[in-house]
C-alpha cells in the first residue's frame, strides 16, 4: 500500500473536505487492483477460462461419455462400465491396445540412441554445422502430415522409390504398406524420422550446458571418449534425457496423425493405435461413447506418465 | 561449448564427422526432396520407368498451376494462416498475463495453479478431441454467434488449449529470470503493478514472447485431429486436412497435386523457421534444459 499512499493526490470533496485518493472510490478500486493477490487471479483470468472451458470441461464430459451409449446424431443413457467390458473382448481393440505399447516402445529405444549419436556429432565443431542443426530441426517443424503423405508415395507399392534403391542393390524390397509387419515398420520409421529431431536438439542443448573443464580434467587423468561419455555426458544429461522421454512418450503414445496419414490403421486394422480407433469408432462408426471409452484407455498411462514428469521437474526445482 | 577434441586427422574427421553428417542430412531430407521432385515433375515423365525417378527433365509448373486454379487449395493456405496467426496472438497476450502472474507476483495458490497449467500441456488432444466435439458443436446448437463448428471459428477457440500451457510454461520461466530492481523503482516512483509490468517487465521478456509466437503458430500449422474432426465443408478445411482428404479418391492418389499441395502447405513454415531458429530452438528446449 506504500505505494498508492505516495500517489495520494489529495482531492476536495463536494463539502470541502480534504479526502486522501486513497480513499476515494476511484482511488480504492485502484489501490483494490494493485494488490499482489488480485492482480495475479485476474491476470490468470483468460487463461483459465481457456482451459476450463475446453480442456477440464471437455476432459469430464468425454468421462460421461464413455459411460454412455451415446452415438454422434442422440445423447445415450448411463450404462456404466458395459463400453470397457465390450472393449475388453473385443479384439480390433486389444490390437490397438498392443501397437500402441509396441509403436511407443521401439520407437522410444530408437529416438533416445539415434537422438544421443546425432547431438555428438553436431557437437563437434565443423564449418556448416549451424546450419545442419537447423536443417535437421525440419522433420520437425513441417507439418507431420504433409511429409507422411511424402512417406507414403515412397512406400508407394508400386513405385516405392526405396524399393527402386534397394532393388539397385539386388535387394527386393516388400510391400511396405499391406504386407505383414511391414506396416507396423513403416509407421515407426515414420515416427522415429520425426522424432529424433527433438531427442538431438534438446540433447545437444542439454550438453552445451555441461563445463568443457570436465572433460579437460578427465583427458589429463587419462579417461578414453567412451568413458568421458558414460561418466561425464550420460550421467549430466539425465535430467534433460529423463524430460525429453517422458514428452516424447506422451506425444507417442497417444499419436494419431502418421497412421492417419499412412495406413489409416489398416490394413485389417493392424496399425490401428488407441488414437486412430477412438476415432474410427467414435466418428466414422458414429458411437461417439465407446470411441470416448477408447480414448480413456489411453488414460492411465497417461497419468503415470505425468505424474512422473511432474516428479521430476519438482525434485530439481 | 564444443566439448570434443579439437583436432583430428583428416581421414579420421571424415569418418566422426562428415560421414555421419551425410547420413543425417540425407534421411532428413530425402523425403522433403521427393516431395519437391515429385510436385515439378511434368505426367509424362512420371511412370515412365526408362528415366531414372531422381531426375526432372523438363520440370512443371503444372501441378501448381492446377493447384491454385482447379481446387481449393487457395482458401486452405487462407484459412490455415488466418487460423495460425490468431490462435497465436491469442495465446501470446494470454500466456504473458498467466506467465506474469505466476512468475512475478506472490499469493495464495499461485505455485499449485502453476503445476495445474502444467498438466493440461501434457494432455493430448486425441483424448480430448470426442468430447470437445460435442462441446463445439452445443455452442452451435445454443445459438452461439458466430457459429463454431465447421467454421475455422472452433479452431481458433480451441487452438490456444494447447499454445497457452506450453506459453505460460516458458515465460513463467523467463519472466522469473528477470531482475526485480528496475520494477521496484518503478513502483517506488509512483506506478501502478499493471504499468510496471506493461512498461518495464514485458518489454524485457519479448525474446520470451517471440519464443512463444514463433513456437505457437508452428504448432497452429501442423496441428490436424481438431481440424480433420471440426471441419467439414471444402472450403473451411485447412492445407494438411484439404489436402489429405480431398487430393485421394478411394484409392487413386494424385500424387503430383498432393506433393505440390504438401510442398506449398511446407515452405511459409518453413520460412519463417528459418528466420527464428534461436527462437524455435529455445522454446524446443525450454521445458527440458536448465539455464
Known amino acids: ?317 | 561449448m564444443f566439448a570434443q577434441v579439437r583436432h583430428f586427422p583428416v581421414l579420421k574427421r571424415a569418418a566422426i564427422v562428415y560421414v555421419p553428417v551425410a547420413a543425417l542430412l540425407l534421411i532428413t531430407l530425402f523425403p522433403f526432396y521427393w516431395m519437391a521432385i515429385t510436385a515439378f515433375k511434368p505426367n509424362d515423365e512420371f511412370y515412365n520407368t526408362t528415366i531414372s525417378p531422381f531426375v526432372i527433365l523438363h520440370p512443371t509448373l503444372d501441378h501448381f498451376i492446377i493447384l491454385f486454379t482447379k481446387t481449393h487449395y487457395p482458401e486452405w493456405l487462407r484459412n490455415t494462416m488466418v487460423v495460425a496467426i490468431v490462435s497465436t496472438a491469442v495465446s501470446v497476450v494470454a500466456s504473458t498475463m498467466a506467465g506474469y502472474s505466476l512468475g512475478r507476483l506472490r499469493y495464495r495458490g499461485a505455485n499449485w495453479l502453476g503445476w495445474a497449467i502444467f498438466v493440461t500441456y501434457l494432455v493430448p488432444p486425441t483424448l480430448l478431441f470426442l468430447p470437445l466435439a460435442e462441446v463445439i458443436s452445443n455452442f452451435n446448437l445454443f445459438g452461439w454467434e458466430p457459429p463454431l463448428m465447421n467454421s475455422i471459428w472452433a479452431l481458433i477457440v480451441t487452438y490456444p488449449t494447447f499454445l497457452v500451457p506450453f506459453g505460460t510454461w516458458l515465460l513463467i520461466g523467463y519472466f522469473k529470470s528477470i531482475p526485480h530492481e528496475l520494477e521496484e523503482s518503478a513502483l517506488v516512483d509512483g506506478a501502478t503493478r499493471l504499468q510496471a509490468m506493461l512498461r518495464i517487465t514485458v518489454p524485457l521478456a519479448l525474446p520470451g514472447l517471440l519464443s512463444v509466437a514463433i513456437f505457437s503458430f508452428t504448432l497452429s500449422w501442423n496441428e490436424f485431429i481438431y481440424a480433420l474432426v471440426f471441419l467439414s465443408d471444402v472450403t473451411t478445411k485447412t492445407v494438411p486436412v484439404g489436402v489429405i482428404s480431398e487430393f485421394i479418391a478411394g484409392d487413386q492418389y494424385f500424387w503430383a497435386e498432393l506433393m505440390a499441395g504438401a510442398l506449398m502447405g511446407s515452405v511459409p513454415v518453413a520460412i519463417i523457421y528459418s528466420f527464428f531458429v534461436e527462437y524455435f530452438v529455445a522454446g524446443l528446449t525450454a521445458g527440458a534444459v536448465k539455464g
Open chain 1, 1 to 317: 500500500m506504500a505505494v498508492s499512499e505516495k500517489l495520494a493526490v489529495e482531492q476536495v470533496g463536494t463539502r470541502g473536505i480534504v479526502v486522501p485518493y486513497h480513499l476515494t472510490r476511484a482511488g480504492a478500486v485502484r489501490a483494490f487492483f494493485d494488490r499482489e493477490d488480485v492482480l495475479g487471479y485476474v491476470l490468470l483470468v483468460p487463461v483459465l477460462l481457456i482451459l476450463g472451458v475446453l480442456v477440464a470441461y471437455p476432459f469430464l464430459f468425454g468421462v460421461w461419455l464413455a459411460l454412455t451409449d451415446s452415438t454422434i446424431v442422440k445423447a445415450g443413457h448411463f450404462i456404466g462400465l458395459e463400453n470397457f467390458r465390450q472393449l475388453l473382448e473385443d479384439a480390433t481393440f486389444r490390437q490397438a491396445a498392443t501397437n500402441s505399447f509396441v509403436y511407443t516402445g521401439v520407437t522410444t529405444v530408437f529416438k533416445l540412441v539415434l537422438g544421443l549419436a546425432m547431438a555428438l556429432i553436431l557437437n563437434i565443431p565443423f564449418r556448416g554445422n549451424r546450419i545442419v542443426r537447423a536443417t535437421t530441426l525440419l522433420p520437425w517443424i513441417i507439418p507431420t502430415v504433409l511429409s507422411t503423405l511424402a512417406w507414403k508415395w515412397m512406400f508407394d507399392g508400386t513405385f516405392s522409390v526405396i524399393n527402386y534403391v534397394l532393388a539397385g542393390v539386388g535387394v527386393k524390397g516388400p510391400l511396405w504398406l499391406s504386407q505383414w509387419p511391414w506396416p507396423m515398420i513403416s509407421i515407426m520409421i515414420v515416427n522415429i524420422w520425426r522424432g529424433m529431431p527433438f531427442y538431438g536438439v534438446s540433447f545437444l542443448a542439454g550438453m552445451q550446458t555441461i563445463p568443457q573443464e570436465l572433460y579437460e580434467a578427465a583427458t589429463i587423468d587419462g579417461a578414453s571418449s567412451w568413458q568421458r561419455f558414460t561418466r561425464i555426458t550420460l550421467p549430466l544429461l539425465r535430467h534433460v534425457i529423463t524430460i525429453v522421454l517422458l514428452l516424447s512418450t506422451i506425444l507417442t503414445f497417444a499419436d494419431f496423425q502418421i497412421v492417419y496419414a499412412l495406413t489409416g490403421g489398416g490394413p485389417a486394422n493392424q496399425t490401428q493405435l488407441f488414437a486412430t480407433y477412438s476415432f474410427q469408432v467414435g466418428l466414422r462408426g458414429l458411437q461417439i461413447g465407446l470411441g470416448a471409452a477408447i480414448s480413456l484407455f489411453m488414460f492411465p498411462v497417461l497419468a503415470i506418465i505425468v505424474f512422473l514428469t511432474l516428479w521430476t521437474l519438482r525434485k530439481s526445482d
